[in-house]
């Protein structure tokens, strides 16, 4: 009989994908073998899959402190953003669709020390957004983490810097000077509808519109994650390397 802690876990195939990476950046990092790298990363994904607090993660992968422990230092060092760098294989750049979503905030996560760790407070209470960035196909290969509160265009700027494509496809609440300047410049084609205060109408393709449904689909697939579509963690950089994780297990699937 199968062990139904076992369903959320890599395959064969996807861990034989993600080993490699993981010992060119580590090594024996941790002094940890293969079998106790796998165990590891088996077990933040069934953790941020079922959204359950750490002391409940299941014997079979370990004790619970040293997994978290080891997983907030993974975070804090970047490693699951340099496995996910590694894994992204030749995005189509034909078009960029970005959109913001809101995560609801547990209460159990407020309360870290260092600020608000990207927690703002609106009239639902706590929340935190991603800001996501996916290709023609819909795979995701840029987030970032802001407070709840923060208007989709205020870092759209900043976020798309260095992205390239021959469309820019965002939903009006995109639709600012800056923007669309910004991307002109960046070479790209915005196809952004107007806001209906706009002095001036611009016309935008709106076939290619709606190719941007791919990037709502993204958050879908993201919030399946328990541990995502509400945040349980106190500090950006844990919840960071939720997303970072998720994203990679998509990426697993791809390539």
Request: proline share 4%; aromatic share 10%; hydrophobic share 35%.
């Amino acid at each position: 009989m199968s062990n139904p802690y076992n369903r959320h876990d890599l395959t064969d195939e996807n861990w034989g994908k993600l080993e490699p990476f993981i010992l060119e950046l580590l090594g024996k990092w941790d002094g940890c073998n293969a079998n106790a790298n796998r165990l590891f990363v088996n077990a933040c994904l069934w953790i941020i899959r079922t959204g359950s607090p750490w002391r409940d993660l299941p014997n079979e992968y370990g004790k619970c402190n040293a997994i978290h422990r080891r997983y907030k230092r993974w975070c804090d060092k970047g490693i699951w953003d340099k496995l996910l760098a590694k894994l992204i294989d030749g995005p189509d750049y034909e078009s960029l669709m970005i959109d913001g979503s809101h995560c609801k905030v547990h209460p159990h996560a407020a309360g870290a020390v260092g600020g608000n760790q990207d927690m703002g407070r609106t009239k639902g209470g706590l929340n935190t957004k991603i800001h996501l960035v996916v290709d023609t196909n819909g795979n995701p290969i840029k987030f970032m983490i802001t407070d709840g509160e923060v208007s989709d265009f205020t870092e759209a700027v900043h976020f798309l810097t260095g992205l390239k494509a021959e469309h820019r496809i965002a939903d009006k609440g995109y639709d600012s000077d800056e923007i669309v300047r910004f991307a002109k410049q960046q070479g790209m084609i915005p196809v952004i509808p107007p806001r209906k205060n706009r002095n001036e109408q611009r016309e935008y393709d709106k076939h290619l519109y709606k190719l941007r449904h791919l990037v709502e689909n993204a958050f879908l697939k993201l919030k399946r994650f328990r541990g995502i579509a509400t945040r349980y963690t106190k500090t950006t950089s844990a919840f960071r390397g939720a997303v970072t994780l998720a994203t990679i297990s998509q990426w697993l699937k791809l390539v």
